[in-house]
Structure formats: structure tokens, C-alpha cells
């Protein structure tokens, strides 16, 4: 679908005309043309950063980029949108009936098929491994929120009643022996990030580097300010996120 707006013509005092034209060869003609009422709340075309968003606060309303519909569906009010660093895909943030709020997610072009992942009520978790990302968003304030977009495997969100930890990876190894042949064993090294839900700030708790053999960290919250991390080989360890970082507790 095409939404190249060449005006907005005002026709009475509630409704407004948008008029598509379309130019080819030397003449010119008329197509698609819609009317929506307009007041106070609805101001009809609304440009958010790359994209577009027509009509404002409506259900069904559409989410274009480059004059092309990306997303409609009926039960869903588009807010607003935020592209994923690095890729052609986009999260954009709806309203349902039922007044809530959630995310969406819009694939990129020749990109498979990404997932969006949601975290309790706040996070969601952006995957696509076809070509390689993984993201973290949040609904922050009525917005969306991007949580350090620049890594790019940002993953396992795990939530307590108060705050919110996730991971990403900081480095990969693996070991052979030339003479068996058995599989290599991979280690991994990762990074821990902890928020209080409902605040903006994000503490990086690099005095904690953990490692295993697995790609995904098992991880649980064992109390109010404590982690337990289940390793591959069955050991688990405690981690005392308070004593690491007692200005978020």
C-alpha cells in the first residue's frame, strides 16, 4: 500500500481529506481517496522518525515506512515505532482494546523471521538468528525503550518482584584434541546488566564475569538481591547483587 501524500485538503470543520496522487507519464491522476474524521485527538498523519503512523490514536490505524504499509491489524492502535540497531526489522508500540500496551515486531526484508519475546510487562526480547541478533526492549513510560542497542546478543531477561537481570555474550572459545574425534567443548564468557523495574537505569556488573559451557545462562532469582547460576556440569553458584551494586537495592 502506497501513502504518498501529496495534501491534506480541510473539508468542513470535522473532517479532513487526504487525496493520494499519483504521477506517471504526463498525466496525472487521482487514487485512494479516504476520509477520517478529525478533532483535537486526531490529528491524522504522524511522523515518527523513519516511519509513519496514519491515522493517530485510531484502531487499525498503519505503521508506512517509504509510503509502504508495514503493519495493520484491527485490534491494535500504533503508537508509536523503534527500528532494531543493525538490522531492517522494527518494533512498533500498540494499544489494544483493552487498553494495554505491547509490542510488535515488523521483519526486514530477506531478514527470516525474527521473534519478539515478551518478559512480564515490561521487557521483550528481540531474536533472530538468521541473522544473528538479539535484542532487549522495553515499554518505559508509555514509550519504547531500546536497552543498550549496541550489543548484539542481548538476551535472558529474568525478572523478581522488584528488579531485572539479563545477559549478553562477551566471548566464545572452544577446545580440541587433533587426535580424538570428538566434538570441540565451547566456553563462554558473559556480562551481567541489572535494572530496577519502572526506572530507566541500567548497571553493567562487571566486577562479576561468569562463564560456562552453555551458550544460555541458567539463571534464577533465589531472593530479593540474590541469583543463583545453575552451571552445565550441575554446580551452582550464589551471586550477591547487593554487595556488587548496593545503590540499585
Known sequence: MNIMNRGLIRVGPFFTLLVFLFWGGQS???????????????????????????????LGNGLYRDNNLLVS?????????????GTESAVYLFQGRDQELGLGLVNGENEGMGRL?????EFYEFSNYEIGYQRIFRILQ?????VLENLRTATGVTLSETHAVFYHITESSSSSNAEDNAKPKWNYRFRLHLVRLGEPQVVTLYQLPLEDQN?????????????????RDGSEETLNLQKISPGMF
Open 142 to 146: 508509555g514509550r519504547i525503550v531500546p
Open 28 to 58: 496525472t491522476f487521482s487514487h485512494a481517496v479516504e476520509i477520517q474524521p478529525q478533532d483535537n485527538q486526531h490529528s491524522g498523519m504522524v511522523t515518527d522518525g523513519n516511519s509513519t503512523i496514519y491515522p493517530q490514536n485510531r
Open 117 to 121: 519475546k515478551k518478559v512480564g510487562k
Open 215 to 231: 551458550a544460555k545462562l541458567r539463571i534464577s532469582w533465589k531472593n530479593e538481591h540474590e541469583l543463583i547460576h545453575r552451571k
Open 73 to 85: 491489524k484491527t485490534d491494535q492502535m500504533i503508537i508509536g515505532s523503534q527500528p532494531v540497531k
